[in-house]
Structure formats: C-alpha cells, structure tokens
C-alpha cells in the first residue's frame, strides 16, 4: 500500500506562488506515475498535471500550461505541483494520486490508484 500526504496549500493572492508537495510512504514511489488533481466547490475533480516515473515526461492541462510544473524526487519520495501566476479559479482542493504503471499519463481519475487527503489552496482576487 502506498499512503500520500499532500502540503504546502493556504491563502495567496492573485498573481502569486504556491509549491505543493506530496509525500508518499510504505512503498517507494520511484516507479510510479503520479499526478495532481483538483476539485473546486460544486464541481468534478479536475485533471491537473501528470508525471511519468522518471520525471522525463509531463502532461499538463491547458487551464494550468505555463503557470504550473510538476516535478519529482524519488530520492526523497514526494512529488512536487509548483503554482506561478495563481488566478482565482485555481481555488480548489488539490490531491495528489499514484499508480504503479511507470508510463502513465492519464487525465482520467480512475487510472490512479492511490491518493492523498487533499490540501486546500485559496487564491484571492
């Protein structure tokens, strides 16, 4: 089993950063795909951004291109979401999720096995 703890949310402005984190623990993650989610108020979870097992590979979603990049240090085993140019309808829940498929890249929650509790990212405008 592998466990997730996402960090790193709070409040921030419009225009600012946030960096996410997610730590995994039972197993080491260094072969795992891995990806962040989002779920807004009254909305379905959202696709964010996907990693391949090696970092050597990323998807991104087109609301978050260019402003959000998704890292990985399996050396450390945590999985990174940092956030530049935050605009207000980035505020959601975000979790952090993992399967054991090496090449994964997928946008659909159900190709992930694992995830996280969510940390709560606000951004005010």
């Known amino acids: 089993q592998v466990q997730l703890v996402e960090s790193g949310g709070g409040l921030v402005q419009a225009g600012g950063s946030l960096r996410l984190s997610c730590a995994a623990s039972?197993?080491?993650?260094?072969?795992?795909?891995m990806a962040w989610f989002r779920q807004a108020p009254g909305k379905e979870r959202e696709f964010v951004a996907a990693i391949t097992w090696s970092g050597g590979n990323t998807y991104y979603a087109d609301s978050v291109k260019g402003r959000f990049t998704i890292s990985r240090d399996n050396g450390k085993n945590t999985e990174y979401l940092q956030m530049n140019s935050l605009k207000a309808e980035d505020t959601a829940v975000y979790y952090c999720a993992a399967d054991n498929r090496q090449l994964i890249l997928s946008a659909s929650p159900t190709a992930y096995t694992y995830w996280g509790q969510g940390t709560q990212v606000t951004v005010s405008s």
């Open positions: 039972g197993r080491t993650i260094s072969s795992y795909g």
